[in-house]
């Protein structure tokens, strides 16, 4: 791997924050510790830090050179409430709480490219390090969107990278276009008249309803969708009545659903709602239904996507990047900034052996944490190429 001696020479102090941010995980919008930390190392490096955007959001800048082009790169912090199984030295010192997202991994690794940029400044332009509180379907992305980002920091492009469970280490992968679905969140609630069980003609069921509403969703993506195309519409929760012998009088069904459009999201929409209320007239009900997008899809621009594989390419050599990664049906918040900027997201290998993400037995491969450092800082050399040094 063709690393900067300089990230390798500090590699202990990249394990060393990974494994104290794991030890101390924090849920969305919570993340105080997490940021102050960010805050003090990005300050240490010479960086001008802004914190508190989007609530605990942190972003260092950087400047070299006369350049105005500027370019974001981004990591999340938050945890996720699950209770962490494995028994290492590193692991969660708060119950219920653990980083099984590897966004400990993520923020040391920008951390990483900012010590480096910082020490040896080989570009010319703007550098701003998003440090993103709450990706976890909180809505951090939008957070910092909303109170001012890309107004208080303009970025002409804006890159994101994941770790990759099941992919090797040393690898990466990428694709132009989409990557990750969008992901919405529906409730849908049957609205109907109780009672006894043993007399159910005195009834309008909701539950006879919602069970025909959760089979004709089905559908949707079979049949609404063109067969190239894909989508996902899982009802995952069913809530009805208290008592064997009761009729309730509501139901309400409940699940997520994911496209790689915003426009294969609206047919999910339309879709539910038509079907939903159509079964619910043929039943003498009323029904509501709430659908909401949690996630935009993860839609990489060309431009980008290429130049982030190209700087992967220099360290690992073309054969360890796929440059045309197949979909992956979850969700990512770093695709509501990828729809206000052009940049692209990648995938760096976690271990063909480590355990997936959102599980509690699930920790950061620490021998990767300079290899991200290297690509973040690969990335703004390439697009901010400091031309006086030729």
Known sequence: ??????????????????QDIHRNPEIGFKESRTSKFVAEQL????????????????????????????????????ALPIQEENTFDHCSSHDGVMHACGHDGHTTMLLGAARYLAKKPQFDGIVNFIFQPAEEGLGGALAMIDDGLFDQFPCDSIYGMHNWPSMPTGQFGITTGPLLAGGALFDITVHGQGAHGAFPHDSRDPVLTASEIVVSLQQIVARRFNPLEAGVVSVTMFKAGDAYNVIPKTAVIGGTARAFSRESLTIIEEEMQRISKGIAEAHNVTVDVDFRVTFAPTVNAEREAGMIADAASELVGEINVERNHYLISGSEDFSFM??????????????????????????????????????????IERELHDHRAN
């Open 1 to 18: 791997m063709n690393i900067p001696k300089e990230i390798q020479d500090f590699t202990n102090d990249l394990i060393e924050w990974r």
């Open 43 to 78: 300050e240490s490096f010479g960086c001008e830090v802004h914190t508190g955007i989007g609530g605990t959001g942190v972003v260092g800048v950087l400047r070299h050179g006369q350049g105005n082009r500027s370019i974001g790169l981004r990591a999340d912090m938050d």
């Open 338 to 379: 990828l729809e206000n900027r052009p940049g692209a997201f990648i995938l760096i290998g976690n271990g063909k052996d480590a355990s997936p993400v959102h599980t509690p037995s699930y920790d950061f491969n620490d021998k990767i944490l300079p290899l991200g450092s290297a690509l973040f800082a690969r990335v």
